[in-house]
């Protein structure tokens, strides 16, 4: 039943292994994918994984760094794995409890864990196990109540039910004689009528009419106080507030000229040429990009609020132990109780910091279905963990946390992308990067933005009009086209200029748009090509299709989803429904997906930046660009630890 099983250390270790009879395939390959899909990511929430037609369950043993795999079939539907895996951790670490507190890779290597035996027994018990808990065969007919039933009761049965027809009728009856017991209740209360007197609420000597009348004045009257009350309270006057200053973080820049007066209506100065408007217009006037991006970074300084969540902690400690009625010396020992290690940590342990964590999460625009993922792989990770010593529990899962959100938003691979464009020229080839995603969030611009890094680290740049749907995206991107070249002169770059746009108007084909530019890049010589496409929500089958014909047909180095920091949940669903497009509509049997992502409006969010987590952990693919702003200047690189910095501030 099972493939395999595998006892290995942390380090890399395999302590002991199992594999069926009959099983030809090694289990490295799908260990190595748990590996380095789950375990270096830090995304052990979910005990489970699937590789190929193999489903894999592991417990990891944190005390002593061990991971316990289980391999079987994907088809098999196996409900003891689970406990046996559990079993399984219990037997090795009783038996082998001294080698493994060695703590030494080398003492490990020269262990000999003979336990094939105790795997065999744990195994015919579970197995046995699950049978007993089969469900129980159907009762065949004799078996039933059904069968006990003859035939004459079924007769008597029926003549019952007539026989039960009169009694029906006299129900009725009874239903029709039950108003005559209504006089009676009348003739207790006697209250309907409005000519007879009644006490109700202390009114005494009024008539039901009267009592109504007065309710009414007394309604009115109160209306009324509440009406002229108001105006007797005149406010005092209020002196009108000045508009103040707007301060951008982020790198942002508020001093734009924003007057367009003195302008035509394709938006070139009147009395200059495309060349002089990057001298007239303050706008224009950009600081050079040359090499690496800057990483985004924020104000507060990470060190400095760890000095502040250690003194807070602390001081809760303190208050708490204080708090409590006592002598001093059970106040203090109650203190050092709190915070030095004595035993391991559990599941009971975190829940309380983990919910506070998570609920923390969500704020700060985390989906929270990843923000539960995420704390659940902490707990994970530290369930059976001792604690160091002077440490509390909230503090260690912070760390825990922090470290997970770092490592999942480093890069799994390496992303330079102008050593790829140096080496695509090297091939005598154009650099070609799509630009995707759903409807406003700012492709056209970041596209704009990204063009002009690469025209400052001396590259040229077709753009490619592949947006073909909304009305205005042409004419967007020959005015971004026209700026950047009024930048960059053509006459400083030998007479040529640095971007040049490849549109073929509305309603056309974007995948043979995309096709005829790439062409016409390798002929005149261009270095990279960016494809624009159109906006589209991630329902859209008829454009989601488009999509996964373009990227399928042109094979682009780069697909870049363009995703705005804004959104929480949502973020989810567009990725896991773009990545499903193009897996469904691929022509090949490994099919392109997202490779990056580009965040936008990140400079509109403050410490609310949960989005970059969300996109990363779903794609599992980096961050290559972060959009701060409106100006050309306003692009980023994401700094991962600055990130996580303001995702844990309070």
């Not at 105006?231 to 002196?239: F, G, I, L, R, T």
């Not at 040529?496 to 108007?505: D, S, T």
């Not at 990545?579 to 490779?595: C, E, G």
């Not at 050309?632 to 844990?648: G, K, Q």
Request: aromatic share 6%; glycine share 8%.
């Amino acid at each position: 039943m099972l493939d395999f099983f595998s006892i290995f250390s942390k380090g890399g270790i395999v302590l002991w292994c199992f594999q069926g009879a009959g099983v030809t395939e090694s289990f490295t390959g799908p260990v190595n994918a748990l590996i380095r899909s789950v375990i270096l990511q830090e995304r052990s929430g979910n005990n489970s994984f699937t590789h190929e037609s193999l489903s894999l369950k592991y417990k990891l043993d944190n005390e002593f760094e061990l991971i316990f795999v289980v391999g079987f079939q994907k088809i098999l539907t196996l409900t003891y794995v689970d406990k046996f895996i559990d079993d399984v951790q219990l037997c090795f670490r009783d038996r082998y409890k001294n080698e493994l507190e060695q703590k030494g890779a080398l003492k490990l290597l020269n262990n000999n864990f003979e336990f094939g035996d105790d795997f065999q027994v744990l195994l015919r018990e579970a197995e046995d196990t699950s049978r007993a808990r089969s469900p129980a065969p159907m009762r065949t007919f004799k078996e039933s109540e059904k069968s006990q039933k003859t035939v004459k009761s079924m007769i008597e049965t029926k003549g019952g039910e007539k026989v039960k027809e009169p009694v029906g009728k006299k129900n009725k009856n009874t239903k029709k004689e039950a108003p005559a017991a209504e006089p009676v209740k009348v003739d207790q209360g006697k209250t309907p009528s409005p000519g007879q007197k009644t006490v109700e609420n202390g009114n005494q000597g009024l008539t039901h009419d009267e009592i109504m009348q007065k309710n009414r004045e007394e309604f009115a009257r109160k209306r009324m106080g509440v009406a002229t009350a108001k105006p007797s309270k005149s406010p005092k006057p209020q002196k009108p507030r000045e508009k103040q200053m707007r301060v951008w973080g982020l790198s942002g820049n508020s001093d734009k000229n924003l007057d367009y007066s003195g302008r035509n209506g394709d938006g070139s100065q009147n009395g200059g040429d495309q060349n002089q408007e990057a001298q007239h217009d303050p706008k224009m006037q950009l600081s050079s990009m040359k090499g690496d991006l800057l990483s985004v970074d924020y104000e507060s300084d990470k060190e400095e609020e760890m000095e502040e969540e250690e003194e807070r902690v602390l001081v809760n400690a303190t208050s708490k132990t204080s708090s409590k009625k006592g002598g001093g010396f059970g106040g203090m020992f109650g203190m050092l109780k709190g915070l030095v290690g004595s035993k391991s940590l559990t599941r009971e342990d975190m829940e309380s910091v983990l919910d506070k964590m998570r609920d923390h999460l969500i704020a700060k625009n985390v989906a929270a279905e990843i923000a539960s993922q995420l704390c659940d792989s902490v707990a994970k990770k530290l369930e059976g963990k001792v604690m160091g010593t002077f440490t509390t529990v909230a503090s260690t899962v912070k760390q825990a946390l922090q470290d997970s959100l770092v490592q999942i938003l480093q890069p799994k691979r390496r992303v330079d992308i102008l050593r790829d464009v140096m080496e695509a020229q090297s091939q005598r080839r154009p650099f070609v990067i799509t630009f995707c995603g759903v409807n406003g969030v700012g492709k056209s611009t970041n596209l704009a933005k990204i063009s002009f890094w690469l025209i400052e680290n001396g590259f040229t740049v077709l753009i490619a009009a592949c947006d073909t749907f909304r009305a205005g995206a042409v004419e967007q991107l020959r005015t971004h086209q026209r700026r950047l070249n009024s930048l960059h002169p053509p006459e400083k770059h030998g007479g040529r200029p640095v971007v040049q746009l490849y549109e073929k108007g509305y309603g056309k084909d974007a995948a043979g748009i995309a096709m005829e530019a790439i062409a016409y890049a390798r002929n005149q010589a261009f270095d990279v090509v960016l494809v624009d496409t159109a906006g589209r929500m991630q329902d859209n089958a008829p454009l989601m299709t488009a999509l996964a014909k373009l990227i399928a047909v042109n094979m682009p180095d780069l697909v870049l989803f363009v995703g705005e920091a804004l959104v929480g949940n949502e973020a989810v669903d567009q990725l896991v429904k773009f990545n499903q497009a193009l897996a469904d509509h691929s022509m090949s049997d490994k099919p392109r997906l997202i490779d990056g992502i580009v965040l936008t409006k990140f400079d509109t969010i403050d410490d609310k930046v949960g989005a970059a987590i969300s996109m990363t952990y779903i794609t599992g693919q980096p961050i290559v660009f972060v959009g701060t702003g409106q100006t050309y200047n306003d692009l980023r690189s994401l700094n991962p630890r600055a990130v996580v910095s303001a995702l844990m501030k309070a």
